[in-house]
């Protein structure tokens, strides 16, 4: 083998130190890696990588470090990839059993040695997959530490740090807040607002980070309790069919997945015995590269991380625009470039909605919480709101919308079809269960049958008892059970003395049994499987308990019946039987049943039963949920198109009326090329149809049809179709319980697998699990996000509202050069205190009445941050609420002397300390400590409008479109908000000590 590998590598990096311990680091490197074989596959990676380094290191004068270092990481990787298809390397089921034993170099009698073993266990490793890699712990922590809001809030944090550092460094005490008391001078220094600030933040971004962290490590252990679950699944969890498959020594086809000579790692064996040889272990088996295509997808960001982002955009774009701003007016206004910054840092905190980085988590937890006692666990608290923007759900069939468990539906005796009662108390009976008829279908359905009950379940309903046995023969028995009574004791009564199990080659399956009067010595053949087969072999058929030849008329009849019950999607089995002639088969007769001597022709028909899996109770009226919502649902199954046609049209995802292609060239008697597609509604597309698609075609068939059946789809086809609705823009749910769904429910915006009957690797991929595997909880879910992003955009206008009356004192007090209004130690009080409770409130909000009714949230118009939100919330209620605060600071100053005529350019001399007898507006003089004593009061006036303001604010933004007498007051958390809010001014207003600490001077 020659090989071939070129590698080149570039990198520049610049350093720069400043002498205030700031160093400034940037690198770029550029790396290229080929490497080429001659002997495929052919892997090419290129790597650039940026990255930007900030460190900043700062000590204080109070023993106070601070080390910070922030890094900018963007990186672009491009991985190219062409490893062999399933079908290139995968042909040992070509191979003769001989040919595959000297490949293997085994024996298909004694099997490999102890030697071989070990020397095989060494190279290709143990026969299980590998684990999926996991991000250490050590970074979903900084993730949660410096992502999203964390990184605005860090950043003011900073900024006030480095601004109370340079105030320390430079002056005797800090301006703006200065007192000449003797206790505040003690504490001018210590107590900065500056540091307060910057302290205060710290420890918010630090808790918030830590609540969210310790949210997403409970799901972990959750989903690590649920790898110990033994998960009860057949073939099912790999092909999507709920009937086992059979399997054979021949090659049946190319592809390696539709063979019958290749069995699959992780399916279960329900019936008989094999012996095979090994050809791959651990990844390099299908469910393995099922597993490896699932952890090879990447998930792009969920629609609330987007709108979070945009909201953090745009909020950060306000903030530094207007700090800017007035920076550059504060410093041609003439004030020191210390004043300025200073100005710049209070400016862009009073934008920051600190708070709302612990109000966003909060209702996320909270509606996870709701969720997950309505058993849906929330792996990733973001999907909660995914779920609810959801605009089409791509569902699996099998196991999802259906129970998995193949139950009788239909009976044909009697030259009639009848209805099965599947009611534990059998009322609802159609058909008369003491007709001779159903009574001789019955026992051939009893007795040529190898399921039973498991031991001990006795005391369960018989629809709900586990059973040992094929899935078709568990139906029968459960069936049997409820209309007859007890199978074990007909089987006692009958004991069986013969049998020929199903086979792939007869199509039946048969046993010879006594019968239960011990006066008749005669044996009872009793013979099961594919009708066409059973009644080749009938000459007569049983109508209304009497024997009659079975001539053309009730074979077009039986002809008729078949149809009509394969039409509806059902497995149709036929039953017969034959009461053996004592003088040809006596007591004690030794039947061969390999060399089989004893007759199989000639016997009586008593009738069909079909089977299906039938759909869970509550899909139908979820899947109509669903369509009144808007959200449009795709079934994508791996079974047979007509099956998944019939369950589709039975919970509704086909609507009554609705036709395929298919329906109308049948209506109208055409060839189905005649029909134009766009006239049919609904369309079941096959997998091998699909492959044929182009990517327009596929786009046309999801554009232009409101109720789609994709049947007989691959795990690629699965992702294919995923990829398709999204390039239309669509936010898409997959859900599903098997191996297949996997990569489907990893590439969709949200993933939701099932908890019972799931797989591990399914469950791995999703982001939301259905712990009762009921896909009704879906609608629940939708709901519960929808609700959560309707009360996290009431959050955010309540919160938002505060920001105007926080801005606006600073802007006048550089403009207008009149007294501070509000103090940057207020604004953190109103933000992280007063606004907290209420804010988190609303995610208690019930929904309104329009939640399910309306179409899904279009991710490029309906923003969580709207120009209509920001009008009310600043333009409207922010602009009234900053009026109230000015109206009780003008007042609070007007009674104390100071008319609001003289306050414009009084800044200066207000702030002077030397200035001991600056004069009102009736000629009081003043000196410094107690015209800061009625600035204190004034920030306490200004403070306690805004909550004053808060209480209509809160319930103007608690109902959307209801009226507060619509939606009532039922929100008891938003009750208790409103006097916690009250309470907590009152407390800081009034406690002894806050006129020191907080620069609030109580109200008399």
Not at 313 to 339: K, R, S
Not at 467 to 484: N, P, R, V, Y
Not at 797 to 822: G, Q, R
Request: glycine content about 6%.
């Amino acid at each position: 083998m020659l090989s071939l590998s070129l590698s080149l590598s570039l990198s520049l990096s610049l350093s720069l130190s400043l002498s205030l311990s700031l160093s400034l680091s940037l690198s770029l490197s550029l790396s290229l890696s080929l490497s080429l074989s001659l002997s495929l596959p052919l892997y090419l990676s290129v790597s650039v990588s940026l990255s930007l380094c900030l460190s900043l290191s700062l000590s204080l004068s109070l023993s106070l470090s601070l080390s910070l270092s922030l890094s900018l990481s963007p990186s672009l990787s491009v991985s190219l990839s062409f490893p062999p298809s399933l079908s290139t390397f995968q042909t040992e089921h070509k191979m003769s059993i001989e040919e595959c034993c000297r490949k293997f170099n085994t024996d298909i009698v004694q099997g490999l040695t102890n030697a071989k073993a070990a020397e095989f266990l060494i190279r290709d490793g143990p026969n299980c997959l590998t684990p999926p890699p996991t991000t250490p712990e050590w970074i979903k922590f900084c993730r949660q530490l410096f992502g999203g809001f964390s990184i605005l809030l860090w950043t003011g944090a900073i900024l006030c740090f480095l601004a109370y550092a340079i105030q320390a460094a430079t002056e005797d005490e800090p301006a703006g807040d200065n007192v000449s008391h003797p206790q505040w001078d003690f504490l001018s220094l210590s107590l900065s607002p500056q540091l307060y600030l910057g302290i205060v933040l710290s420890v918010v971004v630090v808790v918030t980070g830590c609540f969210s962290y310790f949210q997403e490590a409970k799901s972990s252990k959750i989903m690590e309790s649920f790898k110990n679950m033994v998960p009860q699944v057949d073939n099912s969890s790999l092909t999507g069919e709920s009937e086992p498959q059979s399997r054979s020594p021949d090659c049946t086809h190319d592809n390696p997945l539709e063979t019958r000579n290749v069995a699959f790692f992780s399916t279960n064996c329900v019936e008989g015995t094999a012996r095979g040889i090994v050809v791959c272990t651990g990844d390099r088996t299908v469910m393995g590269r099922i597993a490896t295509l699932t952890s090879g997808l990447e998930s792009g960001k969920t629609p609330i991380a987007k709108e979070i982002e945009h909201f953090i955009h745009l909020i950060t774009g306000v903030a530094v625009f207007l700090g800017i701003t007035f920076f550059i007016l504060a410093v041609c206004l003439g004030y020191t470039w210390l004043e300025a910054v200073i100005f710049l840092i209070g400016i862009i905190v009073a934008n920051v909605p600190e708070g709302l980085l612990a109000t966003v988590t909060v209702c996320l937890t909270l509606t996870a919480k709701r969720m997950a006692k309505k058993n849906c666990l929330v792996k990733n608290l973001e999907a909660v709101e995914t779920l609810g923007s959801t605009s089409t759900i791509c569902s699996d069939k099998t196991g999802t919308l259906t129970q998995n468990r193949m139950t009788v539906a239909h009976m044909w005796f009697d030259n009639q079809i009848h209805e099965a009662d599947t009611t534990e108390d059998q009322s609802g009976a159609s058909f008369d269960k003491t007709s001779a008829s159903w009574a001789a279908l019955a026992r051939v359905a009893a007795l040529c049958n190898r399921a039973v009950f498991k031991a001990g379940q006795d005391q369960l309903p018989i629809l709900k008892r586990d059973t040992a046995g094929d899935a078709s023969e568990s139906a029968l028995l459960k069936c049997i059970e409820l209309s007859c009574g007890s199978v074990k004791q007909i089987r006692e009564k009958n004991k069986k003395v013969a049998e020929i199990p199903f086979n792939s080659t007869n199509k039946y399956q048969l046993s010879v049994h006594e019968t239960e009067d011990p006066n008749d010595n005669r044996y009872l053949l009793v013979m099961k499987g594919a009708p066409e087969r059973i009644l080749d072999r009938c000459t007569t058929i049983i109508i209304q308990g009497k024997e009659q030849p079975m001539d053309e008329e009730m074979k077009e009849s039986f002809q008729n019946a078949y149809m009509e019950l394969g039409g509806l999607g059902e497995r149709v089995l036929g039953f017969c039987h034959l009461l053996m002639p004592e003088d040809q088969y006596p007591k004690g007769f030794a039947f061969d049943c390999d060399d089989v001597n004893f007759t199989t022709e000639s016997l009586c028909f008593v009738g069909l039963m079909s089977m299906i899996d039938p759909p869970r109770a509550a899909v139908p009226d979820a899947v109509g949920k669903c369509r009144s919502a808007g959200i449009k649902v795709i079934m994508v199954t791996g079974d047979h198109p007509i099956t998944a046609k019939a369950i589709a049209k039975g919970v509704g995802i086909i609507s009554e009326g609705n036709e395929t292609v298919e329906d109308i060239a049948s209506r109208l008697n055409i060839p189905v090329s005649q029909v134009n597609p766009r006239d049919a509604k609904a369309c079941v597309i096959h997998g091998t149809d699909l492959k044929e698609l182009s990517q327009d075609q596929m786009d046309d068939i999801l554009r232009n049809h409101t109720e789609i059946v994709f049947a007989r789809t691959s795990p690629q086809q699965k992702l294919i179709i995923v990829e398709g609705c999204q390039r239309l823009g669509a936010i898409v749910a997959v859900t599903g319980d098997g191996v297949n769904d996997s990569p489907a429910l990893k590439k969709a915006d949200i993933g939701v697998a099932m908890g019972i009957s799931g797989s591990d690797v399914s469950k791995q991929a999703a982001d939301m699990i259905l712990l009762d595997d009921n896909f009704a909880s879906i609608v629940t879910g939708v709901e519960e996000g929808r609700l959560i992003f309707d009360n996290l955009k009431k959050s955010i206008a309540y919160t938002l509202t505060s920001n105007i009356p926080e801005i606006t004192p600073f802007l006048l007090f550089i403009i207008v050069n009149i007294p501070l209004p509000l103090g940057t130690i207020t604004i953190l009080c109103i933000d992280l205190g007063t606004d907290m409770v209420p804010a988190i409130s609303l995610a208690y909000e019930a929904a309104e009445s329009d939640i399910m009714k309306r179409q899904p949230r279009n991710p490029t118009r309906d923003k969580l941050v709207n120009e209509r939100l920001i009008s009310i919330a600043y333009g409207q209620i922010g602009m009234i609420q900053a009026l109230g605060g000015f109206f009780s600071y003008f007042v609070i100053l007007a009674e104390n002397g100071f008319l609001p005529s003289i306050l414009v350019g009084i800044r200066l001399n207000w702030d002077d300390r030397a200035c001991n007898d600056l004069e009102d507006s009736y000629g009081q003089q003043w000196t410094y400590e107690q015209r800061k004593i009625v600035e204190f009061t004034c920030h306490t006036a200004f403070f306690v409008s805004i909550v004053v303001v808060q209480w209509a604010d809160v319930i103007v933004c608690k109902t959307r479109r209801n009226s507060v007498f619509q939606q009532g007051m039922k929100n008891k958390i938003l009750i208790f908000g409103l006097f916690e809010e009250t309470a907590l001014a009152a407390f800081l207003s009034y406690t002894p000590g806050m006129d020191v600490a907080l620069r609030m001077f109580p109200l008399k």
